[in-house]
């Protein structure tokens, strides 16, 4: 059952952009310092992959190289969500895509990008994104 709830994404061409919101109703606070939070894309026969990962220092980020300049994460602490902006799309982003968050104690944001969030507890629904070339 997903705790995180995800919003957003769709059909979009190449070049253009489009962002996923994930929202986190059961938590008090959804923001970075307490909670590592990651994006994760889904190919049907593919292995889950890190896109993006943020923990609770400034310096602990992971970027997968497909997305390095294209794809931001921007927090809203007053709304309790994080939003996946994703810009410059290409057809190989076509995936769903997959909100994740632990508690920022248990792991850092690369741990869970490189991992591909295994045993990560707080999981959005998936959200899907296609882009046509």
């Known amino acids: 059952e997903a705790q995180l709830v995800e919003s957003g994404g769709g059909l979009a061409q190449a070049g253009g952009s489009l962002s996923i919101t994930c929202a986190a109703p059961e938590f008090s606070s959804f923001t970075s310092d307490k909670y590592t939070i990651g994006w994760f894309k889904q190919v049907p026969g593919k292995l889950r992959e890190g896109v993006l990962c943020?923990?609770?220092?400034?310096?602990?980020?992971y970027y997968a190289d497909f997305v390095k300049g294209r794809f931001a994460i921007v927090s809203d602490k007053s709304k309790n969500t994080v939003t996946l902006l994703m810009n410059k799309l290409k057809p190989e982003d076509t995936a769903v895509y997959y909100c994740v968050a632990e508690v920022a104690e248990l792991t850092t944001a690369h741990n869970m990008c490189i991992t591909r969030a295994l045993g990560m507890n707080y999981w959005g629904q998936g959200t899907q994104v296609t882009v046509s070339s």
């Open positions: 943020i923990g609770a220092n400034d310096d602990d980020r």
